[in-house]
């Protein structure tokens, strides 16, 4: 298993452009099955998480190619069974579910395991599923959906985390090729819902309201091929933005879409950090120390829980004492002990961690955990004095694109060590 040594101490200045969003191609590409025609996606990042996806497109029967950044997907034939040996490697893979349901009327798919962020469940994911008339078995830790035909219905998605992204995305994908119209209330507004349905309304659907609470789904009888980009990664971007408030002299993000960052940028402009915003891009400059701040997971467009680990990271050299809320993952935690692993003065109290700001961290061997877990001890690293030896950073190469070398471009004395 690869490791990434970071000699901390090193400031970084320059820019460095944003991929594509990793939870925006997932289940775009997943989209894809539910035409015969032809489908072609750019700016698919190269991640582990896309590489399952492919598989499972492929295993599904569906032609794919894949020429750098684009993907050409023909799903001509297709079957219904996702395999399980691809499908276990990534939880994200439940979201083929809703399309195979509404192209075949029938899928089976093994279901998400728990990870280290908390329990995964796809409950609401079923409910909207039996809403449009499926029948849902669980059996053999495989999911099996089933339905003669779907017929559009009002959905109320909203559970007691608030809203569901896949969950939302999956009956979206589901109810575009039902008899009649689909009401989904309590929908997600992320981003990535956003773009999932504007490719299938270039596809044919016909959706309204995606970004807002309450989506309508008209079903059309078939989806022909379309051709899209996904939009920028803003989870990737917000990481290079706190990457530059905790040792950067000035680091500007490219190709972002500001809006999709605001509740990152205005929460390290309340930490004190200048940040000037263009169209396309966001520059940040140094202020001294942080601030200390109070933060709050929500659903988009509040603050992201993907950011709340990176956060911590900034907020355990700051002045003062911080209290981070975590109100997605409650348990979404595991960078905590591995922080104080480099000195950082972190308590838990539930799903609420204090932050007492030290003066500096010190480089250590520190285990990497989940996505965004991984990614804030690469930024703690870049920060304490000492080398930072970061394992597993399998988690890392998931969901950012090449994260070592775009650090090394801004200056991070940042290296990998194949293990
Ligand atoms: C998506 O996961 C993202 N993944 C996650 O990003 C992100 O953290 C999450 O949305 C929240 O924004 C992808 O898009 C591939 P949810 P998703 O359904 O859709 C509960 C990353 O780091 N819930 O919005 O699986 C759930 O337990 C990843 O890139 C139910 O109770 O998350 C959670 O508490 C991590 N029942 C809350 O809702 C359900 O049926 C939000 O989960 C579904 C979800």
Redesign the pocket.
């Known amino acids: 298993m690869d490791k990434i040594l970071i000699h901390g101490g090193h400031p970084l200045s320059g820019s460095i452009k944003v991929s594509g969003s ?3 191609a ?2 775009i590409l997943a989209a894809t099955l539910l035409s015969r025609e032809p489908c072609v996606v750019h700016g698919v990042p190269d991640l582990s ?1 896309t590489h399952y996806m492919l598989q499972i497109l492929a295993h599904l029967g569906a032609q794919v190619e894949r020429a750098s950044g684009t993907v050409s997907v023909t799903a001509d034939k297709v079957e219904s069974v996702a395999p399980y040996d691809v499908v276990r490697k ?3 893979s ?2 083929v579910l809703g399309p195979l349901l509404g192209r075949c009327k029938e899928a089976t798919v093994s279901l ?1 395991g728990g ?1 280290v ?11 909207g599923f039996e809403a449009l008339g499926a029948a849902v078995r669980v059996e053999g830790g495989d999911v099996k959906v089933f339905a003669p035909k779907l017929t559009g219905a009002v959905i109320n ?1 909203r ?11 999956n009956v979206m994908m589901a109810a575009v090729l039902a008899d009649g119209v689909t009401v989904i209330e309590g929908a ?1 507004q ?1 981003p ?1 819902v956003v773009d999932l349905a504007n490719f299938l309304n270039k596809m044919g659907a016909k959706i309204e309201g995606a970004g807002t609470r309450r989506v309508i789904i008209e079903g059309v009888p078939t989806l022909h091929g379309a051709e899209h980009t996904v939009i920028p990664d803003r ?1 990737e971007a917000g990481t290079f933005l706190v990457a530059g408030a905790i040792c950067g002299k000035a680091v500007t993000v490219k190709r972002v879409e500001p809006e999709h960052v605001r509740s990152v940028t205005d929460a390290l402009t309340r930490c004190g950090f200048p940040i000037d915003i263009a169209d396309h891009s966001i520059s940040i400059s140094p202020n001294g120390e942080a601030k200390a701040l109070e933060l709050i997971t929500e ?2 467009p509040g603050f ?3 950011m709340q680990a990176q956060m911590c990271a900034l907020l355990s050299t700051s002045d003062g004492i911080s209290v981070v809320t975590e109100n ?3 348990q ?1 935690y595991m960078h905590v002990a591995e922080l104080k692993r480099m000195g950082a003065q972190m308590q838990l109290e539930g799903a609420t961690a204090v932050i007492q700001g030290v003066d500096r961290l010190l480089g250590a061997q520190v285990m990497a955990s ?3 877990a991984s990614a804030a001890l690469v930024l703690a690293g870049l920060k304490a004095d000492g080398i930072t030896e970061v394992s597993r950073v399998y988690h890392i190469d ?2 950012y694109e090449h994260l070592d070398e775009k650090l090394s471009e801004l200056g991070a004395q940042i290296e990998r060590v194949k293990g």
């Open positions: 990793k939870n925006s997932l289940p998480d990534m939880r994200a439940v979201c998400p990870c962020i908390g329990d995964r469940p796809i409950d609401l994911h079923l409910t998605l559970g007691k985390f608030g809203p569901t992204v896949l969950g939302t995305d997600a992320e990535e989870i659903p988009y992201p829980t993907d997605i993952f409650p979404r989940d996505l965004r998931r969901g």
